[in-house]
């Protein structure tokens, strides 16, 4: 189950939720197809410009809207970086590029505007690209131009979310040519209540097609739940990328069968309901505010991380290395050196998940809210080889495995990570079939050739 953390709830959302919304509702919107005020050069200033000839395709809430191209003799503003090699854009088949080259993200939230502004922030972008991160989310207003200046220094891009009194226009316009701001947050938890979300398909689309009016460039974010809890489907189109939270690890608001095959069923929920869509996992990496909750173990959190991938992720975000109360890497070491740990892991793997072919091995529908937990099987075929990641979701039984290999292959399973002893190994071939059994929480990755020994 979804459910969002007590510190992340409105704050976020009133710094710029009253100025956009009437913002919204000063211009006259006639649907998707309407053109708006964009920015452009001229005679070296910023101005707002009427750019007709964009017209449906840009802001038809779909991720093609997401780099406009307009038509020949339309100047548009593009911003300038020196240091960085382009936009962050949005492929195909869903997975973010730099330029020319795929970017698998595995970045943290930065809760800022509940207690580490301004200078805490700097430092904090500071510390978290010296661990290996180079993606964060976080709120900032227009005095953090700074915080920018160290982000695009240290190669972190960054989702914004606004936190200026002012609204996120004059974010936008504060900060045109920070061109390490990857994307705008457009909206928290924005399917949450399930019964009363906070934001319709339709009104998320309109801020969306706003922001986009002012910053066609730059990719639109929100974050929410998954099915079955929550209705998702009808929000595909209305951002550039959305976020699934998962935070079910003590979590007591929620009495689940399985922690852990919650987390699983979650993302497989998502990936269904999304198809293609560009998605990020929010996963846990904080402990509730209770007195008895608790932060993921390692193992958790390596489980809570592979369920994502296996279920066809476009990244992670987790949530958080500042969560309003506590600072990961201060709080929780062991953990914080897990995080760091599985973003060397999985850039290892980028390649393999944002080139290869992913092929569910255990066929199975997705689980409920109150399935028990089970034993999930998923492989990448790449180049020359096949990948195969498989988990156990039981937190105390050792379960069996065994799945069918989806093509010929060759030799026997090679351990991805060596010897890493954090990944289990055990797993053995039988011609055509892997069989075995997996502990509590395991996550076993191997390697097999397809190609044939010469």
């Not at 962050?88 to 580490?116: C, K, N, Q, V």
Request: hydrophobic fraction near 40%; charge should be negative; aromatic fraction near 10%.
């Amino acid at each position: 189950m979804s459910v969002v953390y007590c510190s992340r709830v409105s704050v976020r959302q009133m710094g710029y939720l009253s100025v956009v919304v009437a913002y919204v509702c000063g211009l006259l919107l006639t649907g998707c197809g309407a053109t708006y005020p964009v920015l452009a050069k001229v005679e070296g200033a910023l101005q707002p410009t009427k750019l007709s000839a964009i017209k449906s395709n840009v802001f038809a809430c779909s991720n093609s809207m997401a780099h406009p191209e307009p038509s020949e003799g339309v100047q548009v503003y593009i911003p300038y970086v020196a240091n960085a090699p382009g936009y962050m854009t949005i492929r195909t088949d869903g997975f973010l590029t730099i330029g020319e080259e795929p970017f698998f993200p595995f970045g943290l939230y930065h809760t800022s505007w509940a207690g580490r502004v301004h200078e805490d922030l700097r430092q904090d972008v500071g510390a978290v690209s010296d661990a290996g991160f180079s993606f964060l989310h976080a709120a900032m207003d227009t005095r953090d131009g700074a915080v920018l200046e160290l982000a695009d220094y240290k190669g972190v891009w960054l989702f914004v979310a606004n936190n200026d009194v002012r609204g996120l226009e004059a974010m936008i316009k504060q900060f045109p040519q920070q061109f390490i701001i990857a994307g705008w947050l457009l909206s928290d938890d924005f399917n949450s209540p399930p019964d009363n979300p906070q934001m319709s398909p339709e009104e998320l689309c309109e801020r969306h097609r706003l922001v986009k009016s002012l910053d066609p460039y730059r990719l639109t974010y929100a974050s929410g739940g998954a099915p079955p809890a929550y209705e998702l489907a009808p929000y595909r189109d209305a951002v550039d990328v959305i976020g699934i939270q998962s935070y079910p690890i003590s979590n007591k608001s929620m009495r689940y069968q399985s922690e852990l095959e919650q987390n699983y069923s979650q993302f497989c929920h998502a990936r269904q309901a999304l198809a293609d869509k560009t998605l990020l996992a929010n996963t846990q990496a904080f402990r509730w505010p209770d007195e008895s909750a608790r932060y993921p173990t390692p193992a958790e959190e390596r489980n809570l991380t592979y369920a994502a991938l296996m279920n066809g992720v476009n990244g992670i975000l987790a949530y958080a290395y500042y969560d309003g109360n506590h600072i990961l890497s201060q709080s929780d070491p062991v953990l914080w050196e897990e995080m760091i740990q599985l973003n060397v892991d999985v850039q290892q793997l980028k390649q393999v998940l944002v080139n290869g072919d992913r092929i569910e091995l255990i066929t199975e529908p997705c689980s409920t809210l109150f399935n028990e937990a089970t034993v999930h099987a998923t492989a990448w075929q790449w180049q020359d080889e096949l990948y195969i990641a498989a988990l156990n979701t039981h937190d105390s039984q050792t379960l069996p495995i065994q799945f069918e290999l989806p093509m010929l292959t060759y030799g026997d399973l090679q351990p991805v990570f060596g010897a890493d002893a954090r990944y289990e190994q055990g797993l053995v071939r039988e011609e055509s079939r892997i069989t075995g059994q997996i502990s509590p929480q395991a996550v076993h990755l191997y390697r097999l050739s397809t190609k044939p020994v010469q």
